[in-house]
Nanobody, 124 residues
Framework: QVQLVESGGGLVQTGGSLRLSCAAS????????MGWFRQAPGKERAFVTA???????VYADFVKGRFTISRDSAKNTVYLQMNNLKPEDTAVYYC??????????????????WGQGTQVTVSS
């Protein structure tokens, strides 16, 4: 069983930055693949980025160059650094973990555990 708790969301102006945290328990973040998704009002949950257990990363095109995923094994936490935020980044951001073997893709079904989400609102 893996538990994930997100934090760090909030209200920020266009062009600002936020760092989201995802604290994990039950498995070490360096031994599993982790991902971030987001869900905007009225839209489906969308893939943002993933950090595979090998350390390799994948990003959705709409966040490349602006968002960075990383992990701190000592704190057993995964981070999402978000820079140059835009109003269209407004969404609930979810952390996810894959404990099955194999690399995760960009589908929700590729992940086994989810956090409760944290709201990010970018004002124009």
């Amino acid at each position: 069983q893996v538990q994930l708790v997100e934090s760090g969301g909030g209200l920020v102006q266009t062009g600002g930055s936020l760092r989201l945290s995802c604290a994990a328990s039950g498995r070490t973040v360096s031994s599993v693949s982790m991902g971030w998704f987001r869900q905007a009002p009225g839209k489906e949950r969308a893939f943002v980025t993933a950090l595979r257990w090998t350390g390799s990363t994948v990003y959705a095109d709409f966040v490349k160059g602006r968002f960075t995923i990383s992990r701190d094994s000592a704190k057993n936490t995964v981070y999402l650094q978000m820079n140059n935020l835009k109003p269209e980044d407004t969404a609930v951001y979810y952390c996810a973990a894959r404990v099955r073997s194999g690399y995760p893709g960009q589908r929700e079904s590729d992940y086994d555990y989810w956090g409760q989400g944290t709201q990010v609102t970018v004002s124009s």
